[in-house]
């Protein structure tokens, strides 16, 4: 597993329990499917850019945030 894929299951794991989201309710208000955030925090499945976007605009963080590449 890359360090990439790690780093964003830490932090969306971190987010989610921040707001108090289970996944259910995070597929509802991000407009993604639940089984899809299971295979991410799962690692079975990575984010396309298209979700990595709508998880970023929903939290109000970054996408580098979110991949890593910044803790902004």
């Known amino acids: ?3 990439v894929d790690v780093l964003f299951k830490e932090r969306l794991r971190e987010l989610m ?3 108090a989201l289970n ?3 995070l597929a509802q208000n991000a407009g ?3 089984n899809t955030i299971s295979a991410w ?3 079975k499945k990575e984010p396309s850019l298209t979700s990595l976007w709508r998880v ?3 939290f109000d ?3 580098d ?3 890593g590449r910044s803790d902004d």
């Open 1 to 3: 597993m890359r360090a």
């Open 17 to 19: 329990k921040e707001n």
């Open 23 to 25: 996944q259910v309710k």
């Open 32 to 34: 993604l499917k639940q």
């Open 41 to 43: 925090l799962a690692g």
């Open 56 to 58: 970023a605009d929903y």
């Open 61 to 63: 963080v970054s996408i």
């Open 65 to 67: 945030y979110l991949v």
